[in-house]
């Protein structure tokens, strides 16, 4: 019986399910968040892009894979995110 195979009994089901739980946000979550997000996730995104360059990237990556449907979300960031200033380099460290 293969791993994926999702015909056992009940217990063994809700085992696959379980595990694919997870309580940390992930790279899919920043595309669902882009295109369907609201306002204050949408404002902590911004934020988070504004101060951040590798979160910049992703943001850009994400938008990139939105769905048709939510494609005028996904040119909104990706039209945000060129119109941010550029980051300042942290000195030291």
């Given amino acids: 019986m293969s791993v994926l195979d999702t015909s056992g009994d009940d ?5 696959l399910r379980a595990g694919r739980i997870t309580a940390r946000a992930s790279f899919l979550d920043l595309v669902d968040d882009i295109a369907a997000g609201d306002l204050a996730t949408w404002r902590r995104i911004y934020a ?5 360059p ?4 992703a943001v850009l990556r994400a938008s990139r894979l ?3 449907e939510f494609a005028n979300a996904g040119a909104l960031w990706c ?3 060129a119109r941010m200033p550029a980051v300042p380099h ?3 460290g």
Avoid: F
């Fill in 11 to 15: 217990q063994d089901n809700e085992l």
């Fill in 48 to 52: 988070t892009a504004l101060r951040d």
């Fill in 79 to 81: 039209a945000l995110i």
């Fill in 54 to 57: 590798e979160a910049r990237a």
């Fill in 66 to 68: 939105v769905e048709p």
């Fill in 90 to 92: 942290a000195e030291g």
